[in-house]
């Protein structure tokens, strides 16, 4: 027996999918390759093996022959020797046919007719084409040579262009061409970068708050947080890289300010933190340590987790509870560290956490029902209910474990209630957290 074979380095792919079927065949066939080469009269084991590596795509005439003794359906073992060939050989064939300059009319276009051209040339050595525009005097390096060919750079002027055809040997009655080829494709680019700085200034002239059209420091700022970011540098203008503060999860991230005001500035970790939120708030629910009784469980199962937000180092969690039950067993803070260590498990940063119960409007007692809750609520662009909440950490000032929680709704309180956001919904930091009532006498 021979050793293990290497597992398939790449089992999906066209090649891989040619390799596992061959060895699949064998396997069936019970027959080790220096029995298949055997069979086969033409191949030695080696080739045999190579062939169901997955590493090359082999020749036709091996991976039928293989096909044959293993007793495979050679049809369609062919059909994925095919479709492995097709998809292995970048179209190198294409060398053959020449780019054709004239068409060319944008950057893209010329990035891959030249590449196109070197192999269309005999793909001379990165280190020829370095020799013979020395010839006549023009530098070409021979990275320069290379990024140009692999499409990862185009000539930045007409004398590197010049350089890169006599590199590849091209005739210099054809390089005017090439050269009205290189002049179209950058004025197209020009064109569309000033078309570009141009919708930037007429947008910031849209937002701007000086007669000059040109957004301020303070302008700039409150842009930014309403977007929910904060700044961790000096702004610098309009269209510049600037380096700010997600809100809602503490990332740091380089946006452009009218980025933000187009809406295309996401911070892509926030996704993140609500999906491991939710898979704390699936260990909590299984309960695996016990830490929590059936009935917390329960009342746990019944609410639902909403969006959280990720603050600095706060961390609010809003859980929806649709009914009274429910409500009264969430009340007592007692599962609060539970949630907590699944959190610590599942994030990796610093938080405070806070735990926002949620009330559906409908389940609130009539006294609490009151409009000005309903209109505080929504003007913080609530749920059209009143929420209630408390925030975890808060109780043990606040007394007993029975102490209701900080009160909200209740309209005699003097301190304004507590009011969750939904996401994705503006807010401000200030209306949301009020001073703690229960330090604030003398
Ligand atoms: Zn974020």
């Given amino acids: 027996m021979g050793r293990p074979e290497k597992p398939v380095p790449d089992p999906v792919s066209p090649v891989g999918k040619l390799a596992t079927a061959l060895r699949n065949g064998r396997r069936l066939s019970g027959l080790s390759y220096a029995a298949l080469s055997e069979r086969t009269r033409d191949y ?19 991976v039928r022959a293989f096909a044959h003794v293993c007793s495979l359906d050679v049809d369609e073992i062919d059909r994925l020797w095919l479709e492995a060939y097709r998809t292995r050989r970048p179209r190198r064939s294409a060398a053959a046919a020449a780019p054709l300059p004239h ?39 021979r990275s320069t040579a290379y990024r140009i060919s692999v499409g990862q750079q185009v000539p930045g002027s007409m004398e590197s262009l010049e350089a890169f055809l006599v590199g590849c040997g091209l005739p210099p009655r054809l390089h005017p061409v ?25 947008l910031e002239a849209v937002v701007a708050d000086s007669p000059k059209g040109v957004v301020s420091q303070e302008a700039a700022m409150r842009l930014l947080r309403k977007a929910d970011f904060d700044a961790l540098e000096r702004y610098r203008g309009f269209d510049m890289p600037w380096t700010v503060e997600c809100m809602r999860c503490a990332a740091t ?47 746990l199962r019944a609410s639902k987790l909403m969006q959280v937000r990720f603050q600095r180092n706060h961390l609010d969690v809003p859980v929806f509870v649709g009914d009274k039950e429910t409500g009264a067993v969430l009340q007592s803070s007692a599962w609060h560290p539970v949630l907590e260590s699944a959190l610590r498990r599942r994030i990796r940063r610093r938080f405070r956490l806070d735990v926002f119960l949620v009330y559906d409007y409908d389940v609130m007692t009539s006294s609490r029902n009151g409009s000005r809750q309903r209109r505080l609520a929504k003007a913080a ?38 009011y969750t956001v939904p996401p994705a919904r503006r807010f401000d930091r200030q209306i949301e957290l009020p001073p703690a009532p229960t330090n604030s006498g003398p």
């Fill in 44 to 62: 030695s084991a080696a080739t045999l093996q190579r062939a169901a590596s997955g590493a090359v795509v082999p020749k036709r005439d091996v």
């Fill in 103 to 141: 068409l060319i009319g944008n950057i893209s276009e010329l990035r891959g007719a030249l590449g196109e051209l070197r192999h269309a040339s005999g793909a001379p050595s990165y280190r020829m084409m370095q020799r013979r525009a020395q010839a006549v005097g023009l530098e070409l390096s």
């Fill in 178 to 202: 090439w050269g009205a080829a290189w002049r179209r494709a950058t004025e197209h680019a020009e064109s569309i970068r000033l078309a570009s700085v141009r919708a930037t200034q007429e």
């Fill in 253 to 299: 991230l380089r946006v452009r300010l009218s980025d933000v005001v187009l809406q295309r500035a996401t911070c892509l970790e926030c996704p993140e933190i609500n999906e491991r939120v939710h898979a704390a708030w699936s260990d909590l629910l299984a309960n695996h340590s016990g830490a929590l009784s059936r009935q917390e469980v329960r009342a």
């Fill in 381 to 418: 662009g609530l749920v059209d209910g009143p929420i209630e909440g408390r925030r975890h950490g808060e109780l043990d000032r606040g007394g007993g474990a029975t102490v209701p929680s900080r009160v909200m709704a209740t309209g005699e309180s003097s301190s304004p209630p507590t």
